[in-house]
Nanobody, 127 residues
Framework: QGQLVESGGGSVQSGGSLKLACVDSGIEYGLDCWGWFRQAPGKEREGVAT???????TYSDSVKGRAIISQDNTKKTVYLQMDSLKPEDTATYYCAAAATPFCTFVHNGLGYGKNYWGQGTQVTVSA
């Protein structure tokens, strides 16, 4: 029974930084696409960043220049480093993974294949 396990959320003041981590703790099928999503109260889930097996990345306009997604394939872990955090970054952040060559945001998920999701980690940014 594999799953994605997230960590790294917390409270930080505006301008601060956080680094989130998501570990694949034994999902049966191989994964080649990872992503971070977030959802604020009363809003729809939105994509934040993606990274494929080859290391190609994609960022939403809202975080571009302030976030870096990276991966450690040996540890089967994906990270999201966020700097210069703003109050509007406040949300529950979810890690997602899929076995798909289409490593893009599609219908608030990844590609067109089965998506695995973490349970979420809260990020709160205060002024």
């Amino acid at each position: 029974q594999g799953q994605l396990v997230e960590s790294g959320g917390g409270s930080v003041q505006s301008g601060g930084s956080l680094k989130l981590a998501c570990v694949d703790s034994g999902i049966e099928y191989g994964l080649d696409c990872w992503g971070w999503f977030r959802q604020a109260p009363g809003k729809e889930r939105e994509g934040v960043a993606t990274i494929d097996r080859g290391g190609a990345t994609t960022y939403s306009d809202s975080v571009k220049g302030r976030a870096i997604i990276s991966q450690d394939n040996t540890k089967k872990t994906v990270y999201l480093q966020m700097d210069s955090l703003k109050p509007e970054d406040t949300a529950t952040y979810y890690c997602a993974a899929a076995a798909t060559p289409f490593c893009t945001f599609v219908h608030n998920g990844l590609g067109y294949g089965k998506n695995y999701w973490g349970q979420g980690t809260q990020v709160t940014v205060s002024a």
